[in-house]
């Protein structure tokens, strides 16, 4: 067996019923092959494979709060420091209740490899607790981010590991999250990034993400003889990512018809309206059904009742921000049939490996996650960069730098996939990029 699938079978073998883990470990071991090749003994007897697929360390608590009745719940607590061959840990805080080690595994995972991408000095990790702050009270989930807290103090620190938001973890969580920790340690420091701007938090934070979604998304079509503008576009999802990733598609010129959340859709042939949708979502914290109500060009979908999803509209770009495994083959196929351009990932691994492969054997242009949504996290470190500074920058200052990073991401990518006789498979161009720096590190800073 080669030593690719030595490893992997180890992964399977050593984390049983972590399929989510499993499925971003495949995909990467996959894409690699080429370059393990062509140094297969050395790295088989440094054991390097080995080493990236286990955490440096895992940290599971648990986390006791009360709730506004007096009564009493514990949650799980979880922080996965992956990998910090080259800077400290960095990746986000996911409060779901379908939070388990394998998700967060998997996040964790995909994060080293995305963040040596952003060509900034970030390491790979990632948290999360299986709460859900949906339906609580502001002062339930400052309870519950303090008594997270009162754990995750002793593992973080802004030289060590720094967290930041992810799904179910906004500005809110951040607040609460620093809050506590400074009450706790007393210091003011860059230990969270995704802070409000009057404590340390970058201007363009909020918008990274979905913006460096659309600067890459833009770059990879110029690439390609096209443009985003006049395209139109199906967006899932309406949290963070979604709302900025839909504001920065028509500012470029495209037309963004659908968005969703965990129980509906919406389609909305005129384009969605962003203001309304972020004062839905952000300000008053409603579900999708609020959004059609008040918008008379818009069709509210219900997932279970009609057993369908906003895959289904005819599109040309199609941007899944929501969750993982939310575009599957079927969804893939439904696409191709209707003529989908391309799917740049802004969640992080929405799209399933079958349907992923499909896509690319159909010529659809495909942008993984680990490129695509690099942008939240870059920018994250741009926080980190200013934090150390104690200086602020302007929004233009910041947004330029995201804008020059995607390109970037690209360009590397996209040369990386030629280089090694894979012109256009930018998953293959990605992984091998971030596998090649992360890899020179680890072997550079011996076995440690
Ligand atoms: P938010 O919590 O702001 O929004 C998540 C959105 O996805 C909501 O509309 C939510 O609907 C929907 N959603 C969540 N879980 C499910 C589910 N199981 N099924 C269907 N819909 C679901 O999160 P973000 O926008 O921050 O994150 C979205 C994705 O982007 C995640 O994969 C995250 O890891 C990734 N990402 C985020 C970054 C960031 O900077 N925020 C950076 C890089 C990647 P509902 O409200 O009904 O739950």
Redesign the pocket.
């Known amino acids: 067996m080669s030593y690719v699938d030595d490893v992997y079978r180890g992964v399977v073998d050593q984390n049983p019923s972590q399929t989510e883990f499993h499925q971003a470990v495949k995909e990467v071991l996959d894409s690699i092959r080429p370059v393990i090749a062509r140094r297969e003994e050395e790295y088989r007897r440094e054991a390097l494979l080995e080493r990236l697929v286990a955490p440096e360390r895992q940290i599971i608590f648990r986390v006791p709060w009360i709730d506004d009745k007096g009564q009493v719940h514990v949650n799980n607590g979880i922080r996965v420091q992956f990998n910090s061959a080259i800077g400290p840990y960095k990746g986000?805080l996911?409060l779901?209740p379908?939070v388990t080690p394998s998700i967060i595994k998997f996040?964790g995972f995909e994060q080293i490899f995305k963040n040596a991408l952003t060509g900034l000095p970030i390491g790979g990790g990632k948290g999360g607790s299986d709460f859900d702050p949906?339906g609580k009270s502001d002062r339930e989930v400052m309870a519950f981010c303090q008594a997270f807290m009162q754990e995750l103090y002793r593992h973080i620190g802004a030289d060590t590991d720094v967290p930041?938001?992810?799904?179910?973890t906004?500005g809110r969580e951040i607040g609460y999250l620093y809050g506590e920790y400074k009450k706790l340690t007393g210091r003011f420091e860059g230990v969270l990034t995704?802070k409000g701007k009057t404590f340390g938090g970058s201007k363009g934070r909020v918008e990274?993400?979905g913006y460096g979604l659309l600067y890459i998304t833009e770059e990879m079509l110029n690439s390609n003889g096209m443009s985003i503008k006049d395209k139109t576009v199906s967006v899932?999802?309406?949290?963070?990512?979604?709302i900025y990733a839909i504001e920065k598609a028509q500012q470029l010129g495209a037309r963004v018809v659908t968005c969703?959340?965990?129980?509906g859709w919406v389609y909305d042939p005129e384009g969605i309206d962003v203001e309304l949708l972020k004062d839905v979502?952000e300000k008053k914290r409603q579900?999708l059904t609020a959004y059609a109500a008040q918008r008379k060009s818009a069709v509210y979908h219900d997932k279970k009742k009609e057993n369908n999803n906003q895959w289904i509209i005819k599109t040309d770009v199609a941007l899944p921000?929501?969750?993982?495994n939310?575009l599957n083959l079927k969804d893939a196929q439904t696409l191709v049939e209707n003529g989908v351009i391309a799917v740049c990932e802004?969640?992080?691994m929405?799209t399933t490996a079958d349907a992923t492969a499909f896509l690319k054997e159909n010529g659809v242009f495909f942008l993984p996650?680990k490129a695509a949504?690099a942008g939240?996290?870059a920018t994250s470190a741009l926080e980190m960069s200013q934090n150390s500074e104690r200086l602020y920058w302007s929004f233009d200052e910041v947004d330029s730098k995201l804008k020059h990073i995607m390109v970037k991401i690209f360009h590397k990518i996209d040369k990386a996939a030629r280089e090694y006789g894979m012109e256009k498979d930018y998953v293959a161009g990605a992984n091998i990029v971030a596998f090649l720096k992360v890899s020179e590190a680890m072997e550079t800073q011996g076995v440690v």
Request: net charge positive; with cysteine; charged share 15%.
């Open positions: 986000g996911r779901h379908s996040l949906k930041a938001g992810d799904i179910g906004g995704g990274a993400t899932s999802g309406s949290g963070n990512v979604a969703s959340d965990s129980t979502k579900r921000c929501a969750t993982q939310e802004g969640a992080n929405p996650g949504n939240g996290v």
